[in-house]
């Protein structure tokens, strides 16, 4: 992942903080609702991470999506 990919890293970071009743539905609802974009495209993203295996079938957090989920934060820290 590179630099440029601001909304698939605030989408990793956004399950990596998830709580443990919210549902990947819950999280992508809550995304949409900040006006990042529209759920059609929510969805995009979150198969387009799926398919490159940042998440798993279960719409949690692969190794792969953690550790990307972490640069994002330290990313947004700064």
């Given amino acids: 992942m ?10 990793l970071l956004a399950l990596m903080k998830k709580e443990p009743d ?12 900040t006006g990042m974009f529209e759920m059609k495209e929510c969805k995009e993203v979150f198969k387009q991470l799926e398919d490159e ?4 079938a ?10 990307e989920a972490k640069v ?7």
């Fill in 2 to 11: 590179n630099e440029e990919n601001v909304v698939e890293r605030v989408c």
């Fill in 53 to 56: 295996q940042y998440i798993s």
């Fill in 22 to 33: 919210e549902t990947l539905s819950d999280i992508q609802k809550m995304l949409v609702e």
């Fill in 58 to 67: 279960t719409g949690s957090l692969t190794m792969k999506g953690v550790m």
């Fill in 72 to 78: 994002a934060e330290e990313m947004f820290k700064q």
